[in-house]
């Protein structure tokens, strides 16, 4: 089974700064990396899809990068309501699914 | 507005059963792959597994640790994805999420490929399996 690894698994940023979070795989996954942004109490939401893929309405501070096992999402000014746990996904393997441990970002 | 809404969470003894529903709206439900995913609390998400559309043959595939006991099903007719879990342990405690799952495609070299999302998700029932 593919496992997925983020990094760090906690950060704390000031609003204004650029964050990077960064996801591996355990094998070669393409472009199958998808990112979600979770609030606390609320349902994940989805951010980047194809590894660099902006979700409509997803606002275009957020950027993803990547491919075969390394990926990183970049929050390129972090705005108070950024704070929240990022996690990522592939859709490589069949089944998919499996998820990164999350990222949880923190007001310094 | 596309939407879904989870219900059926609540106290089971572990051994126990229980059915989620799902009720979608604002899309074409049939046409749709559906997910159902967990989050155990103060947990990372956990991927349960998924249903593809009849068109797509219907079929489902599930996590290792919920096969054998959890499957997923829907009714086209009433809009709604299920979640049948039999044999609940104590670690099967969590909020559950139903999704869509949504695709892009694009070519690279000669072929074309689809990448799979979750795109829409429900607000969550709550299971708790204790004795």
């Known amino acids: 089974d593919i496992q997925m690894t983020q990094s760090p698994s906690s950060l704390s940023a000031s609003v204004g700064d650029r964050v990077t979070i960064t996801c591996r795989a355990s094998q070669s996954i393409s472009s199958y990396l998808n990112w979600y942004q979770q609030k606390p109490g609320k349902a994940p939401k989805l951010l980047i899809y194809?590894?660099?893929s902006l979700q409509s309405g997803v606002p275009s501070r957020f950027s993803g990068s990547g491919s075969g096992t390394d990926f990183t999402l970049t929050i390129s000014s972090l705005q108070p309501e950024d704070f929240a746990t990022y996690y990522c996904?592939?859709?490589?393997?069949?089944?998919?699914?499996?998820f990164g441990g999350g990222t949880k970002v923190e007001i310094k | 507005e596309v939407q879904l809404v989870e219900s059926g969470g609540g106290l089971v003894k572990p051994g126990g059963s229980l059915r989620l529903s799902c009720a979608a709206s604002?899309?074409?439900?049939?046409?749709?792959?559906m997910s159902w995913v967990r989050q155990a609390p103060g947990k990372g998400l956990e991927w349960v597994g998924r249903?593809?559309?009849?068109?797509?043959?219907?079929?489902?595939d599930y996590a290792a640790p919920v096969k054998g006991r959890f499957t997923i099903s829907r009714d086209d007719s009433k809009n709604t994805l299920y979640l049948q879990m039999n044999s609940l342990k104590t670690e099967d405690t969590a909020v559950y999420y139903c999704t869509t799952i949504g695709a892009a495609g694009a070519w690279r070299d000669v072929y074309y490929y689809y990448y799979y999302y979750m795109d829409v998700w429900g607000k969550g029932t709550t299971v708790t399996v204790s004795s």
């Open positions: 604002g899309f074409t439900f049939s046409n749709a792959w």
């Open positions: 249903i593809k559309s009849k068109t797509d043959g219907g079929t489902t």
């Open positions: 194809a590894a660099s």
């Open positions: 996904q592939q859709s490589y393997s069949t089944p998919p699914g499996a």
